[in-house]
């Protein structure tokens, strides 16, 4: 089934929405069919694709304002009942600068994950915590969260830049393994470079 409308200078609007309330307004459920035996149907949102020089459009998925606690928004990828299945993943994925122009070719794409900020003046009044956290694990080890920053054939790889804000007072940086109950505590190691072996601890002093 397709829905659109018609061809012109400028294309039209779809606006699908479900009918207000006083108290609970209507659900919208966007799903595929199921399957017996085989796949389920791909569900797939996406703005079209613009010509030369334009920006293509922007995709935009929130919750509604509220006014004490405003909704969650929630990406889950889909179980495994099987013995030996495993959990769906989720991806998110920065657009490639895919010119390869020598002089001046694409760019990738930036992700940025941030927590909300805080409009309050109040001294309770603090911004939302960011958490990055692996998946955990019943008898084997619990999964990993790796970090690192993007490879280069013909100039330096990324950087990594682990910092807590500037402000009145800044806040800490901890980097510590978790206590172990039975076993050897994790160890934290600080690599060193295959060619410059050097590492540089900096402290900032309170004295001036």
Known sequence: ???????????GSVSIQTSSSRQLSGSIALTSGSSAFGESGEVMIASGPSSDGNKSGDLKVSTGTSGSTGGTLKLISGHARDATGVGGGIEIVAGTGISADQYDG??????????????GEGANDTGGSTTIKGGNSIASSGGSVIVGSGSSEQGVSGTISITSSDGIGT???SIGSGMASDQTSGTIYLGESLVRKNIV?????FFH
């Open 106 to 119: 694409g760019n990738g794409g930036s992700v940025m994950i941030e927590a909300g900020a805080a409009k």
């Open 171 to 173: 806040g800490d940086v």
């Open 1 to 11: 089934m397709l829905i659109s409308t018609k061809e012109s200078g400028e294309g």
């Open 201 to 205: 601890i900096l402290f900032h002093s």
